[in-house]
């Protein structure tokens, strides 16, 4: 098992916290998963932060239809982020999105998210034509880049009902 010194260190004062916190006077191991844990948390880390800033690489969109009742019609998609990472691995979201949150890209991500999917949704409402898109943004990103949210929607020329933005819990 190999670390370096600031991974080590960052490993054992969360688990002296986490000691302190559940395990006051008792006994308390450091195994070896929770060390493999932080090293693999710390490398899809650097490796998201890569992709983010290399034009989100391993990163795709799926939609999620959205289905009338009664009619069973196609009436909208919900755009979810997936990634893949560089040797191949699906990332679950759970996995992914809070490293990302607390590498600060969820911003930059969120924007890259609007902006792709506004364009798929565009070519698709060529032949839906009332097709309206959900994106998920936290509270937060919402405040942060409202105006920069507002102008990539103005920019895309669609209707206003168009847009759902679903505010979801960090």
Avoid at 15 to 20: F, G, N
Avoid at 41 to 63: A, N, Q
Avoid at 145 to 163: M, N, Q, R, V
């Amino acid at each position: 098992l190999m670390m370096d010194e600031k991974t080590m260190y960052t490993t054992a004062i969360k688990e002296l916290v986490e000691a302190k916190k559940y395990a006051r006077s008792k006994l308390t191991i450091l195994l070896e998963e929770y060390i493999e844990e932080a090293i693999d948390k710390k490398s899809l880390t650097e490796e998201l932060i890569e992709s983010v800033y290399g034009d989100f690489e391993g990163f795709s969109i799926r939609y999620q239809p959205q289905i009338e009742h009664g009619s069973f019609k196609l009436v909208g998609v919900e755009a979810l982020m997936r990634y893949k990472s560089l040797s191949g691995k699906n990332y679950s979201p759970a996995e992914f999105l809070p490293l990302m949150e607390q590498a600060g890209l969820m911003g930059e991500a969120s924007l890259w998210i609007l902006k792709n999917a506004i364009a798929k949704v565009k070519e698709w409402r060529e032949k839906i034509h009332n097709l309206r898109l959900n994106v998920n943004f936290s509270f937060l990103i919402l405040e942060e880049k409202i105006e920069e949210i507002i102008k990539i929607f103005k920019e895309s020329g669609l209707p206003s009902k168009t847009l759902t933005i679903e505010l979801i819990e960090t």
